[in-house]
Structures are given as structure tokens and as C-alpha cells.
């Protein structure tokens, strides 16, 4: 009991927080929760049915409507036909004052038909024969005499073909009052008034239309009724499966078909379904396949860009960041994504970079340019600023940044204007020196002497042929960086090697410099220009000599190499002998040894440059300092590369390979065009 009492306790009492139970939910909202549990299909069936059940039952009350009325119109224009009928008989009696005769008429008209009175009152209302209601007499020749008066409307005299017509509902039935004034030639008699009982047959007819619109009515009802159990067998099924495969479209799942065997419309719809679910599965896959493609693309594209280039988002994180960016920033090996760029970047380049990146990021503005130095080793960069946007252009989703080494162009630049400034110094120092001899001969011809002549005309003539020596190093050099095919053609490179040295012959004696040729008798023919080989050897030899020192020596050599390739056995399978690596093919080395100063490592970085002249700064020999630019531009062409070893008080070595005949011409050029390139860049084979 006392656990009991307890429970009961606890069902009532307030919950812990001291707040009253809730209220249980009204019929509204139950209602409401009731209507809320059924699937929408349910909803649309119970929806139509029940505006179809309203629809019919408005159409049944108005046809039931239209039959009453048209029973009560015909009711009304029968007695109103009696009434007219009666009075067109009796007004004549009434009028001549025939009671009898008026008696005996309305009650053979009363016996004929469905009439439930007769009334015949005087113009004042006062009721002087009925039927069948009796009378007392009031003389002597025994006339009745009713004592009832009729309330009729004042205007009904006045309106004699129009009857007053009237229903009630009496105990007995429905009854139609007619009330007929009775006028004879202008004078108003009296009023004629009848009571009709309903038309049997129109009653019949009435009840029997009623009855079948009852009917039809409840058929409706039970069509309606019937269809809507066929829709919720026959539709909602379809419709649910229907709406199960259009989520799982909706999911991305392209695989989902509905197998349900229908027929009809339906049918239709769910082979249309089916069809159009395929199409996206097809879609899907080729659009997963293209989309994947153009990824590959674009991140190839990205990876092999000259420049750099880092995607943002839109606080500023890393999203992407390609080889060449990782390789400018030194970045390579590091995780990047989601980091912030201004932590990543050397400290010069994100202080710089840190008021155009944010204003981007604020929306102020779409671009920025911004130029940057770096140190160790000196680069100069490019970094390019793009903001990037939705289609409405308005919310910002990214930065795309671009970073160009514009070191080699900076360079370059430079190295063209020293050039520039080269050649103009160059040009000037001799032309003063000839018009300055010239000017003086001219002016002072008489006052000099002939030897004076004769030593201003060699100076003159001396500075032309260094003038002309200039000019034809410049251009022999720009023909060599104008990007033309030079022609190759097999040929022996040892007759060109000793009509150089016969030229420097009488040279070397002068000096006691003594001459050697280290060559074998026959050398494996080349294939090069003839032209271009003897301009080099004539500098490289012309060099050695002017370096050297009274009694040295300077050696030409010519060799194969490398001397061997080595082969792999044969085997059956194979119809030839072949290299067991990729090793190059045989080249004729050629070399140029001297005895002479010997060139500093210092001055080795440079000794290919335009214009520099290590005799600036270990001795005072003449010359242009074009001449090694240019023996590298020919080399360069034949696809090799000059290179050089030197000491100083101890000589001087250069030396390059030749391609020999077997060689191909075009794979010269690519070499050639390969190699150029490699040395604008500053890079090493």
C-alpha cells in the first residue's frame, strides 16, 4: 500500500527543476500530429478524394435543389391555370348575381378536380360561398352565408390578370393557395380564391428523379471510393519506388532502376526513369574520365611552367604549389598545403609581399606587381598577384600567384649594355687616334719631317686595322648569336691545323717560340665548316703565341676520343654488335698547349666574356677581347663545348670535340641550340 501511495506520488508530483508538468496536447494539435505522420502521397489521395466527394455532393444538393423547384414551378403554374380556368367561368355568374347557379358550377369544378377549397368573397373580403366549408342561413329563402373575410393584398384589384399565388404546408400535405380577382367589364366583384393539392404526377415524377439522383450519387461515392483503393494499390506503390530512385539519383548513386512491371503512363514514366538513370551513369563515368584527364592536364601544365606558381585561399594558406616555385623558394621535400605563405617566404620577400597580399585578401583591388632582390645568390623575382572570384565576381575565393626569375634577364640587360659601352670605348680609342694623327698631318704637314710622316701615317694605318679587327670580331660574333644554320661537310681537319701554324711560322721565330704538331698522319674526317674551325684554331694558336714568353713552346694535338666503345658479345639474337651502355660516340679532341703567363682562377670565370682581356691585369698585349667569345660561339655550333685548365708562370691548355663524319647534322644543330640555352641559363652539361 505504502509503495503504491509512493508511485502515485511520484506520477503527480512537479518535475525536479519545480516546473508543472506540460499540458497535454490539445484536438488541434493532435490533430495536427495525426495529419503529420502520413507520407505525401497519402496526403495528395486523401486531398482529391475528398474535393471529389465535395464536388459531387455540391452537384447532387443543386440537382436535388433543381428538382424541387421544378416541382414547385409546376404545382404553381397548374393551380394558377384552375384559377384562371374557374374565374373565366363564374365571373359572368358572380357579376349577374346567379348564387346558385355560381354554387353548382364551383362545386362540379371542386368534384373534377384535386382541389382542396373554394372560396368566393365580396369586394371586401368577406367570404359569401364556400367549399366545402358550411354555412348558416340568414333569410328565408335559406342562402348561406359565410361570416369568414379574406386578408388579401390591396394591390391585387388593381392587377386582375395577374393571380396571387401561394404554398404552405399544411397537416394534410403541401397546398397552393390561388387567389383570382374577379373582374366583369371594369368592376371589380370580388376575389375567387382555391386551394390545389400537389400534382400526383409531377410527384411521382419528382420523387422518382430524386430517387435516382440518390442513387447515381452513392454509385459516385463508391467509384470514388473504389478508385481511390485502386490509386493506393496501383499508384502509391509506383510513386514511392519512384521517389526512392530519385533520392538515390539525388545521392549520386547513378546505379539505382526500378523493376516494377507496369503498364500504362506509369510505365512509362518508370522506363523513362530507368533510361534517363542510365544516360547519367554513362554521363557520369565519361565526365569522371574527362574531369580526371583535365586534372592530369592542368597539373602537368602547372609542373612544367617556366615560372612559378602558388594558389592561395581566401585567408592566404598554401593550396598548391608547383616544382618551379618549390625550387626558386627552396622548397623542395616540404609539406606546404594549408601553411601561410608569409611564414614560408624569406624574411625580405615576405615583408614586401605582406601589404599587397593583404589588400587582396581585403578586396581592395584585383592585382599587384610587385618586383624583389634576393641575396645569396643574387636573384632578382617577379611576383604577380591575382585575385580570383566566383562568376558573380564578388566573393573572393583564392589568389593565384606567379613568381618570374627575371635574374638572367637582368643580366643579360647589363651584360648587353656593357656591350654596348665595350664597343663604344673600343671603337673610340682608335678612331681618336686617327683623327688625331690625321688632323695633325693635316695641319701641320709642312712643319714635320718625312720620318714624322711616315710614323703618323703607320700609327694612323696601325689603329685602322685594330679598328677593322674590332668591327670584324663583332660582327664575326653577332652572325654567331643570330640563331643561323651553319652548313657541315666532311672534311680533314689536319691541313687546316697546319695552314695555321705556317701562318704564325715567321711569328713563333720572331719570338723563339718553338712550334709542335702531335697528330697522327691520318685523321677520321670530321664533319664541321672549314671557315668557321680555322677562325678558331687561328685564335686559340694566335693567343698562345701573344702569351708566351721568348723560348717557350706551344703544342697542337689531335686525337680520338674517347678511342673505344665497348661491345657486348653477339648473340643469336642479335644481327650487329651494340654498345653496352649509351655511351658517346667517338670525337676528335683537338688541344692548344702553351708555355705562357698562365691565367689566374679569377680570371677563368670571365675568360669567355665579351670584351675581357686578361692582359689588363698581367700584361699590356692588344686586342679586342672577342676572340675567345667567339671560338666558344663556334665550338658551340659544331654541338661541343671549350673548355680550358691553366696555372700561372706555368701555361695554358684549351680543348674541344669535333663530331665526326658518321655523325647526324640535324642532331648538331639541336646540340647546338640545346647547349646555347643551357649556357644563357648558367647551367653545366
Given at each position: 500500500?505504502a509503495?503504491?501511495t509512493?508511485q502515485?506520488?511520484a ?6 527543476d519545480?516546473?508543472p508538468?506540460p499540458?497535454p496536447?490539445?484536438?488541434g ?5 495525426w495529419w503529420?505522420?502520413f507520407?505525401?502521397?497519402?496526403k495528395l489521395l486523401?486531398i482529391?478524394t475528398?474535393?471529389?466527394s465535395?464536388?459531387?455532393t455540391?452537384?447532387t444538393f ?10 414547385g414551378m409546376n404545382?404553381?403554374?397548374y393551380?394558377?391555370d384552375?384559377?384562371?380556368l374557374?374565374s373565366?367561368?363564374?365571373?359572368e355568374?358572380?357579376?349577374q ?5 355560381l354554387?353548382?358550377?364551383a362545386e362540379q369544378f371542386w ?10 368573397a365580396?369586394p371586401?373580403g ?11 342561413p340568414?333569410s328565408g329563402?335559406?342562402?348561406?352565408q359565410l361570416?369568414?373575410r379574406l386578408e388579401l393584398?390591396a394591390?391585387?384589384p388593381?392587377?386582375?390578370e395577374n393571380?396571387l399565388?401561394?404554398?404552405?404546408l399544411t397537416p394534410?400535405?403541401q397546398?397552393t393557395?390561388v387567389?383570382?380577382?374577379?373582374v366583369?367589364k ?6 375567387l380564391a ?8 409531377a410527384?411521382a ?18 467509384l470514388?471510393i473504389l478508385?481511390a483503393v ?20 539525388a ?7 526500378i ?8 510505365g512509362?514514366?518508370?522506363n523513362g526513369?530507368?533510361a534517363?538513370?542510365?544516360?547519367l551513369e554513362?554521363?557520369?563515368a565519361?565526365n569522371?574520365?574527362e ?5 592530369v592536364?592542368?597539373q ?11 594558389l ?10 608547383n616544382p618551379t616555385?618549390?625550387r ?7 609539406n606546404l598545403e594549408?601553411?601561410?605563405?608569409l611564414n614560408e617566404?624569406p624574411?625580405?620577400i615576405?615583408?614586401?609581399?605582406h601589404?599587397p597580399l593583404q589588400?587582396?585578401l ?7 606587381d610587385l618586383r624583389c632582390?634576393?641575396?645569396e645568390?643574387s636573384?632578382?623575382?617577379?611576383i604577380v598577384l ?11 575565393k583564392g589568389?593565384?600567384?606567379t613568381v ?8 643579360l640587360?647589363a ?8 664597343v663604344s670605348?673600343?671603337?673610340r680609342t682608335?678612331?681618336f687616334?686617327?683623327?688625331s694623327?690625321?688632323?695633325?698631318l693635316?695641319?701641320?704637314g ?6 714624322e710622316k711616315?710614323e ?5 694605318n ?9 668591327v ?8 654567331l648569336?643570330s640563331?643561323?644554320t651553319?652548313q ?7 691541313p687546316?691545323i ?9 711569328n713563333a721565330?720572331d719570338k723563339?717560340i718553338?712550334?709542335e704538331?702531335?697528330?697522327d698522319d691520318?685523321?677520321?674526317?670530321i664533319?664541321?665548316n672549314?671557315?668557321l ?6 685564335n ?5 703565341l701573344?702569351f708566351?714568353?721568348?723560348g717557350?713552346?706551344?703544342?697542337v ?11 657486348s658479345p653477339?648473340?643469336s639474337?642479335?644481327s650487329a ?11 676528335l679532341r683537338v688541344?692548344?698547349a702553351?708555355?705562357?703567363?698562365g ?8 675568360i669567355?666574356?665579351r670584351?675581357y682581356?686578361v692582359?689588363n691585369?698581367?700584361?699590356?698585349e692588344?686586342?679586342t677581347?672577342?676572340?675567345?667569345s ?7 655550333k659544331h654541338?661541343?663545348?671549350?673548355r680550358m685548365a691553366?696555372e700561372v708562370?706555368?701555361?695554358t691548355?684549351?680543348w674541344?670535340?669535333l663530331?665526326?663524319e ?8 639541336v ?5 646555347t640555352r643551357?649556357q ?5 652539361l
Amino acid at each position: 500500500m505504502a509503495s503504491s501511495t509512493s508511485q502515485a506520488i511520484a506520477e503527480w508530483a512537479p518535475p525536479g527543476d519545480g516546473q508543472p508538468p506540460p499540458e497535454p496536447p490539445g484536438w488541434g494539435e493532435r490533430i495536427y500530429l495525426w495529419w503529420a505522420e502520413f507520407s505525401l502521397q497519402t496526403k495528395l489521395l486523401a486531398i482529391a478524394t475528398l474535393v471529389v466527394s465535395l464536388l459531387m455532393t455540391g452537384v447532387t444538393f443543386f440537382v436535388l435543389n433543381g428538382i424541387q423547384r421544378d416541382a414547385g414551378m409546376n404545382d404553381t403554374r397548374y393551380a394558377r391555370d384552375l384559377g384562371l380556368l374557374l374565374s373565366g367561368n363564374v365571373t359572368e355568374l358572380v357579376a349577374q348575381g346567379r348564387d346558385r347557379e355560381l354554387a353548382t358550377v364551383a362545386e362540379q369544378f371542386w368534384r373534377s378536380r384535386s382541389l382542396r377549397y373554394i372560396f368566393f368573397a365580396d369586394p371586401d373580403g368577406l367570404i359569401y360561398l364556400g367549399i366545402p366549408i358550411s354555412a348558416s342561413p340568414v333569410s328565408g329563402d335559406n342562402d348561406l352565408q359565410l361570416n369568414h373575410r379574406l386578408e388579401l393584398p390591396a394591390e391585387l384589384p388593381s392587377r386582375p390578370e395577374n393571380a396571387l399565388i401561394r404554398q404552405h404546408l399544411t397537416p394534410q400535405g403541401q397546398l397552393t393557395d390561388v387567389f383570382v380577382p374577379l373582374v366583369w367589364k371594369g368592376d371589380y366583384l370580388g376575389t375567387l380564391a382555391l386551394g390545389v393539392n400537389p400534382n400526383d404526377t409531377a410527384l411521382a415524377s419528382a420523387a422518382l428523379t430524386r430517387q435516382v439522383t440518390i442513387a447515381v450519387f452513392i454509385s459516385i461515392w463508391v467509384l470514388v471510393i473504389l478508385g481511390a483503393v485502386f490509386n493506393a494499390l496501383t499508384i502509391t506503390q509506383p510513386v514511392k519506388e519512384l521517389l526512392r530512385g530519385v533520392r538515390a539519383i539525388a545521392s549520386g548513386n547513378f546505379e539505382a532502376r526500378i523493376a516494377l512491371p507496369m503498364g500504362g503512363e506509369l510505365g512509362e514514366l518508370l522506363n523513362g526513369f530507368n533510361a534517363m538513370a542510365s544516360q547519367l551513369e554513362a554521363y557520369d563515368a565519361a565526365n569522371i574520365e574527362e574531369l580526371t584527364a583535365a586534372q592530369v592536364k592542368q597539373q602537368s601544365l602547372i609542373a612544367t611552367m617556366a615560372d612559378g606558381a602558388l594558389l592561395l585561399d581566401e585567408v592566404g594558406q598554401i593550396v598548391l604549389a608547383n616544382p618551379t616555385a618549390r625550387r626558386i623558394f627552396r622548397w623542395e621535400g616540404r609539406n606546404l598545403e594549408g601553411q601561410e605563405l608569409l611564414n614560408e617566404l624569406p624574411e625580405i620577400i615576405a615583408n614586401e609581399l605582406h601589404d599587397p597580399l593583404q589588400s587582396l585578401l581585403r578586396n581592395i583591388g584585383e592585382s599587384n606587381d610587385l618586383r624583389c632582390s634576393l641575396e645569396e645568390p643574387s636573384r632578382t623575382l617577379r611576383i604577380v598577384l591575382q585575385s580570383v572570384r566566383d562568376q558573380s565576381g564578388e566573393t573572393l575565393k583564392g589568389i593565384a600567384i606567379t613568381v618570374q626569375d627575371l635574374t638572367r634577364e637582368v643580366e643579360l640587360n647589363a651584360a648587353q649594355s656593357r656591350f654596348i659601352s665595350n664597343v663604344s670605348h673600343e671603337l673610340r680609342t682608335p678612331l681618336f687616334n686617327i683623327k688625331s694623327y690625321v688632323e695633325t698631318l693635316h695641319d701641320l704637314g709642312d712643319q714635320l719631317s718625312e720620318e714624322e710622316k711616315k710614323e703618323f701615317l703607320g700609327i694612323a694605318n696601325s689603329e685602322t686595322d685594330r679598328l677593322a679587327r674590332l668591327v670584324n670580331d663583332v660582327l664575326d660574333l653577332s652572325r654567331l648569336e643570330s640563331g643561323r644554320t651553319v652548313q657541315f661537310e666532311p672534311m680533314d681537319l689536319r691541313p687546316a691545323i697546319e695552314q695555321t701554324l705556317r701562318n704564325y711560322r715567321l711569328n713563333a721565330d720572331d719570338k723563339q717560340i718553338h712550334i709542335e704538331l702531335n697528330t697522327d698522319d691520318e685523321l677520321p674526317t670530321i664533319l664541321g665548316n672549314w671557315d668557321l674551325l680555322l677562325q678558331v684554331l687561328d685564335n686559340l694558336v694566335g693567343n698562345g703565341l701573344k702569351f708566351s714568353r721568348a723560348g717557350g713552346s706551344l703544342m697542337v694535338r689531335a686525337y680520338t676520343w674517347p678511342d673505344s666503345c665497348k661491345m657486348s658479345p653477339i648473340e643469336s639474337s642479335k644481327s650487329a654488335p651494340h654498345c653496352e651502355f649509351f655511351s658517346p660516340l667517338p670525337k676528335l679532341r683537338v688541344e692548344v698547349a702553351d708555355t705562357g703567363h698562365g691565367i689566374n682562377q679569377d680570371d677563368q670565370q670571365h675568360i669567355f666574356d665579351r670584351f675581357y682581356r686578361v692582359e689588363n691585369a698581367v700584361h699590356t698585349e692588344a686586342g679586342t677581347g672577342l676572340g675567345l667569345s667567339i671560338v666558344r660561339g663556334i665550338i658551340e655550333k659544331h654541338g661541343g663545348q671549350i673548355r680550358m685548365a691553366s696555372e700561372v708562370e706555368l701555361g695554358t691548355t684549351f680543348w674541344f670535340d669535333l663530331p665526326l663524319e658518321q655523325t647526324d647534322a640535324d642532331e648538331l644543330i639541336v646540340q647546338s641550340v640545346r647547349t646555347t640555352r643551357q649556357q644563357e641559363q648558367g647551367l653545366e652539361l
